[in-house]
Antibody, heavy 120, light 107 residues
Framework: EVHLVDSGGGLVKPGGSLRLSCAAS????????MNWVRQAPGKGLEWVSS????????YYVDSVKGRFTISRDNAKNSLYLQMNSLRAEDTAVYYC?????????????WGQGTLVTVSS | DIQMTQSPFSLSASVGDRVTITCRAS??????LHWYQQKPGKAPELLIY???SLESGVPSRFSGSGSGTDFTLTINSLQPEDFATYYC?????????FGQGTKVEIK
């Protein structure tokens, strides 16, 4: 069974940093692109970042470019999101999501989410 | 970026009703359109991918249709566990974007 466990969230001051982790199990992690999707309180879903299977290629939504870095360790079956220069508008639940290998890629499995609160 | 617009924003329905939610893309996205269900405090779950393919384990009362710019999610015979928020999402290009969500509430 596919299992994704998000961790690392918490309360951080504006300008601070945080590193999120996603532990994967139940599938061959290195065969799948992985993503981070966030949801601000009471709001909709927003894709944040994705990484290729090897980690060589990474993509970001414009609002986090230059501040967030996605990475993965295929030996540890883990996905990460390093978040620097955090802003109040980054407050959200962050989900890791596996991207299907289907011709029409979609998010077929999600972590439970971890809450990031940016506040002074 | 491709904008996804869902309608309605919310709806009230009764158990047993047929519910239809629409999603419109700001440009043609072929069939790169997927639907998710989210319940309060939970992660989203995939319902439909590639516009009309039912994800394994999802009840057959859920169906999707459409291609190009206009898509529909239909729930036949709404069940108590279907009261949730539904999101469409495209994967035609980067960034993938979501609709704003449609909240299905109990009448």
């Amino acid at each position: 069974e596919v299992h994704l466990v998000d961790s690392g969230g918490g309360l951080v001051k504006p300008g601070g940093s945080l590193r999120l982790s996603c532990a994967a199990s139940g599938f061959t992690f290195s065969n799948y692109r992985m993503n981070w999707v966030r949801q601000a309180p009471g709001k909709g879903l927003e894709w944040v970042s994705s990484t290729s299977t090897s980690g060589d290629y990474t993509y970001y939504v414009d609002s986090v470019k230059g501040r967030f870095t996605i990475s993965r360790d295929n030996a540890k079956n883990s996905l990460y999101l390093q978040m620097n220069s955090l802003r109040a508008e980054d407050t959200a639940v962050y989900y890791c999501a596996r991207e299907s290998t289907n011709y029409y890629p979609h998010f077929d499995s999600w972590g439970q989410g971890t809450l990031v609160t940016v506040s002074s | 970026d491709i904008q996804m617009t869902q309608s309605p924003f919310s709806l009230s329905a009764s158990v047993g009703d047929r519910v239809t939610i629409t999603c419109r893309a700001s440009q043609s996205i072929n069939r790169y359109l997927h639907w998710y269900q989210q319940k309060p405090g939970k992660a989203p779950e995939l319902l439909i991918y590639a516009a009309s393919s039912l994800e394994s384990g999802v009840p057959s009362r859920f169906s999707g249709s459409g291609s190009g710019t206009d898509f529909t999610l239909t729930i036949n015979s709404l069940q108590p566990e279907d009261f949730a928020t539904y999101y469409c999402q495209h994967s035609y290009s980067t960034p993938p974007t979501f609709g704003q969500g449609t909240k299905v509430e109990i009448k």
